[in-house]
């Protein structure tokens, strides 16, 4: 397995542009996390899915972002719009049940 | 829900000396405490875990321990060397599987 995938690696964006980030969690995983990285706020959970299920949303903060999940191999995370306050670096990680959480490489967002 | 607080948020020591990274956590329902160290530009990586049932864990020259009526625990690095230099995370597990991190400690060896 190639490991969790995420794209683009780097996103630069104009304030008020719809983004949307891409996962795809390692096969059999039953967990995907999605994180965002900041200096400030280190890691944040956003949300998290158990068999493409959300299971908690209460990271995410505000209304112009939301994830999917349609099947076990794909999530997105998608901000509309976005704002320069939203660059960061976002991660996707997935895991089996209560085990270790493996993390893509990360999209680095810059908001203009 | 589960709150993860991590001590110190820079660390400096010497090649060849011991560095400890300390946490806590809130909920006394989590089970499952991974480390992770993340090189500069690169995505965070395990390094150890432990589980609730379990006090001590050693690997070389990491170990971590767990006191769960305390709710905290501990990374130790022993005989640092200059590639241990990155940032380490603390997490926590609670009984929903949901992973919550620590704020990070850079961590630097001085050669």
């Known amino acids: 397995d190639a490991g969790v995938i995420q794209s683009p690696r780097h996103e630069v964006t104009e304030m008020g542009q719809e983004v949307t980030l891409r996962c795809k969690p390692i096969s059999g995983h039953d967990y995907l996390f999605w994180y965002r990285q900041t200096m400030m706020r280190g890691l944040e959970l956003l949300i998290y899915f158990n068999n493409n299920v959300p299971i908690d949303d209460s990271g995410m903060p505000e209304d112009r972002f939301s994830a999917k999940m349609p099947n076990a191999s794909f999530s997105t995370l998608k901000i509309q719009p976005s704002e320069p306050r939203d660059s960061a670096v976002y991660f996707c990680a997935s895991s089996p049940t209560g085990n270790e959480a493996f993390f893509g490489q990360g999209t680095r967002l810059t908001v203009v | 829900g589960e709150n993860v607080e991590q001590h110190p948020s820079t660390l400096s020591v010497q090649e060849g000396d011991s560095a400890v990274i300390k946490c806590t956590y809130s909920?006394?329902?989590?089970?499952?405490f991974p480390w992770y160290k993340q090189e500069l530009g690169k995505r965070p990586q395990l390094i150890i875990d432990i589980r609730s049932n379990v006090g001590e864990k050693k690997d070389q020259r990491i170990a971590v321990t767990l006191n769960k009526t305390a709710k905290h625990f501990s990374l130790h690095i022993t005989e640092t060397q200059p590639e241990d230099s990155a940032v380490y995370f603390c997490a926590a597990m609670d009984s929903s599987y949901k992973l919550i991190f620590g704020s990070g400690t850079r961590l630097l060896v001085r050669p």
């Open positions: 909920d006394s329902a989590s089970n499952y």
